[in-house]
T-cell receptor
């Protein structure tokens, strides 16, 4: 299957600083990339959908000024958590989708564990 | 928008027991359906998927799922589980045509006791 690489896998930062997470599709061009947040013992919550070269579409309740998404190319999307606070500590997962013969398949990165202290 | 429900969040069973995890979705149109697995400390991996054709889909590691359109269900089964099947299992749905959003259920935490 296709490979999606997410970096870093773990990051600890101080409250008030910003953190950038990268998501790359290594062997295919992703038509769309998605960013999820996973709370302990809960499902993945979709934060935003991004298409290359256009602004991301954020889900209701997700602050677009806090979670900046840049989708510079068909293989790279970044999520920047700005002015991070302890409540932003979570597991962030990216996904890249590929359209094949009329259907869409999603591939996931390994996730980033963000801890804000 | 599409949504997914999974019941019995915590499942504990012994090795060699049979496993069935329920998944129901709500969406008015045609959908593609997936089961993903997340082993402890690892990222999400695709177990199996349904796009069209035979509603009984076989995946990796002996898992299978059956799409029953009339019931909006896509239940996951494995006849005989192993300790290594301890993981979290997520059902997901995406419209075949439309919003391109993959919606996940809350997951089933499965623990297999040796």
């Amino acid at each position: 299957g296709a490979v999606v690489s997410q970096h870093p896998s773990r990051v600890i930062c101080k409250s008030g600083t910003s953190v950038k997470i990268e998501c790359r599709s290594l062997d295919f061009q992703a038509t769309t990339m998605f960013w999820y947040r996973q709370f302990p013992k809960q499902s993945l919550m979709l934060m935003a959908t991004s298409n290359e070269g256009s602004k991301a579409t954020y889900e209701q309740g997700v602050e677009k000024d806090k979670f900046l998404i840049n989708h510079a190319s068909l293989t790279l999307s970044t999520l920047t958590v700005t002015s991070a606070h302890p409540e932003d500590s979570s597991f962030y997962i990216c996904s890249a989708s590929r359209d094949l013969l009329g259907y869409t398949e999603a591939f996931f990165g390994q996730g980033t564990r963000l801890t804000v202290v | 928008a599409q949504s997914v429900s999974q019941h019995n969040h915590h499942v504990i069973l012994s090795e060699a027991a049979s496993l069935e995890l329920g998944c129901n979705y709500s969406y008015g149109g045609t959908v593609n359906l997936f089961w993903y697995v997340q082993y402890p400390g690892q990222h999400l991996q695709l177990l199996l998927k349904y796009f069209s054709g035979d509603p009984l889909v076989k995946g990796i590691k002996g898992f299978e799922a059956e799409f029953i359109k009339s019931k909006f269900s896509f239940n996951l089964r494995k006849p005989s589980v192993q300790w290594s099947d301890t993981a979290e299992y997520f059902c997901a749905v995406i419209p075949t045509y439309g919003n391109n959003r993959l919606a996940f259920g809350k997951g089933n935490q499965v623990v297999v006791i040796p």
